[in-house]
Nanobody, 124 residues
Framework: QVQLIESGGGLVQAGDSLRVSCAAS????????MGWFRQAPGKEREFVAG????????SCADSVKGRFTISRDNARNTVYLQMNILKSEDTAVYYC?????????????????WGQGTQVTVSS
């Protein structure tokens, strides 16, 4: 079992950068594919980015491509989401999730463990 705790959210201006982190504890972190999802008010939760167990493979949604970068530090049991050129439409609660298996997935049902989320608000 894995426990996930996100941090680093906050209120920023459009065009700013922000990095959110997710610290894992419990099971061996490198056994898990990690993902970031977000949910805006009145909308369904959506995939943002994913990263393989060793960090060699990443993927991200078209809406954030070129602006967001996912990375992980297995020695620190932490996954990061660097968000640049933030837009008002990036406002959401950001969740990290852990998935057993070899490959990332864009489907939230494929993930086994979730954090409590961190709020990111971008003012225009």
């Amino acid at each position: 079992q894995v426990q996930l705790i996100e941090s680093g959210g906050g209120l920023v201006q459009a065009g700013d950068s922000l990095r959110v982190s997710c610290a894992a504890s419990g099971d061996t972190f490198s056994n898990y594919v990690m993902g970031w999802f977000r949910q805006a008010p009145g909308k369904e939760r959506e995939f943002v980015a994913g990263i393989s167990r060793r960090g060699g493979s990443t993927s991200c949604a078209d809406s954030v491509k070129g602006r967001f970068t996912i990375s992980r530090d297995n020695a620190r049991n932490t996954v990061y989401l660097q968000m640049n050129i933030l837009k008002s439409e990036d406002t959401a609660v950001y969740y990290c999730a852990a998935r057993r298996g070899l490959y990332s997935s864009t489907h939230d049902n494929d993930y086994d463990y979730w954090g409590q989320g961190t709020q990111v608000t971008v003012s225009s």
